[in-house]
DNA sequence: ATGAAAGCGCTAACAC
DNA sequence: GTGTTAGCGCTTTCAT
């Protein structure tokens, strides 16, 4: 079943039936008939390898992310692929696993599948490796890695106004004694929320303890482990700072299986607000990262460098916002 | 960059080339180091539609879910990509978003694809739609759907033997007022798990009170409503089953909200053990539906289908177990 | 072991 | 508005 057969029973040439199924020049409205009675009749649907191989188009982006588990992707992916479907495009998903060596695979994988352009939304990135795709005229948008230029979009969040809001409403509520798990040191990002903690307090006259100071994983066990360090200590923080809210939770289990109360003992902020903080006990008051407005932007990027041609890229500017919940309180009174 | 090109950097035909690239045929040491380093010097890569087109085979399967943001989906992604990297194949995913209308496009989606076999794990299912797929000798499997034939394969969890156990731990634990939160009323398998849960209840000689089923949607929401309209009642049940563990995330909600506690006032028992459902406070007891050996039976059944040409579908059995944490406690006695 | 060449199914010039 | 046809990049007989 190929469009031959299909222009056969129609008794239209092929090229005549490719116009009426791309709608890419006009077709007498009778022809068009014929042609779509037979399609239908023959249940012909395109090859979209052939499409690709004779356009030079797949239709497709990709999407390179850490880990499909993290909650945070997810809804990353499925904001993206909304939008690239109504645009007509599809989506491609590969994941690095958080391995760097993987990347390679990915981005080789995009080549291969002539992807129309890719977002990296991990940072497990190598520079020869976006020559590789810039090379080829691969539209490209990061998260967060801050490199525009040809054809290379950035989007920029700005974790700072998210934290400086997280660290204020701390200190409103008597907080000195704040504590940071961070995510992974090899983590761009988890770097930058990292620098942004520390800024804020120095910003506010609250000197950083360095064994306040914990690092993570990004991962509810990296969380829990991290806090039960702190909860060592023979003084303890009156409140914690996650990297993000899987960390967050993993604090919140290791406050409580210690039998202390959030937020009475202690005040916990996340980071990301995923779906399931406001439902966590207590609901995770957190500096939610606005995914959705990143997947939709992460869209424009490639479709307008792949599309309108606007060859250079441009940096998009995405604010975090603090979102006040239950799991932050006055510290107690001693 | 092609295939012509290496071709020509190496002094051999393109289908030498090709035959080092697939290892197909046995090529002499000498050419073959020849084409390697012309690869290499060129930074060939094949393109994989030209491949497709030209090999019929698209090395990628096809994965069909509900929704990629419930927690349940990412985990079997991501097992069925590793298995299938790891044989060689690619994966492609696509969402219905619980729309039965949005299955047509993923099944034409995948056509299109030329996938070469595809995992439905969704419900949304057409018989036509499997016409579609089946006369196209694309082998199938299902999760949960029970039709096994020529190149469709199923598997089948048994949620009866979690469910048992489920009750059984209730019924040790002296609750007798037993509420269960159904999935959707669409979704086949959430009425199994329903079904499974009356049955056992009659087993054990205890009858399923009508205003103790409710229903929910699978997710956290429909949890908090459900549980919330149950705790209006003037006889409230001592312990609740939900349909999946997102619906017990939000039955605790409702729970904490109202000022009860779990397990004290109100015993919780979820369904599926998402990564998520041991640091939950409490954690959760739940029925553990183990996804990663739904993917892996998932992916076999696909590759023994598209490979030896095993045409004939199995049915693989999956067992569902019951793991208590402590959202489950003894009734309080009055 | 290797090469020549015919497809695979479609798109895009180009001609009419 | 429609047909002809030359690719797109690869695989795969079929020869040799």
Known sequence: MNIREVAKRAGVSTATVSRVVNGTVPVSTHTERRVRSAIKALGYYPNSHARTLGSGKSHMYGLIISDITNPFFPDIAKGFERIAVEHGQELLIANTDYQPQRMQ????????????????????????????????????????????????????????????????????????????????????????????????????????????????????????SAMAQLLKMSTIPTAVLASNDLTAIGVIGAIHAAGLRVPDDISVVGFDDIELSQYLQPPLTTVRVPRMEIASRAFTALYAASHKGADHGIEYQIATELVIRQSTGPVRSV
Chains 1, 2 share one sequence.
């Open 105 to 224: 695979v990915c981005v080789r994988r995009m080549l291969e599948r002539k992807v129309d352009g890719v977002a990296i939304m991990t940072s497990e990135m190598d520079q020869q490796l976006i020559q590789l795709l810039n090379k080829r005229g691969i539209p490209i948008v990061f998260l967060d890695t801050g490199k525009v230029g040809r054809m290379t979009s950035n989007i920029f969040i700005d974790y700072d106004i998210g934290i400086e809001h997280a660290i204020a409403h701390l200190a409103s509520l008597g907080h000195e004694r704040i504590a940071f798990i961070s995510g992974p040191p090899t983590l761009p990002s988890a770097q930058t929320r990292k620098d942004a903690f520390l800024r804020s307090l120095k910003n506010r006259g609250i000197k950083p303890r360095p064994d306040y100071m914990k690092t993570g994983n990004h991962h509810i066990d990296g969380g829990q």
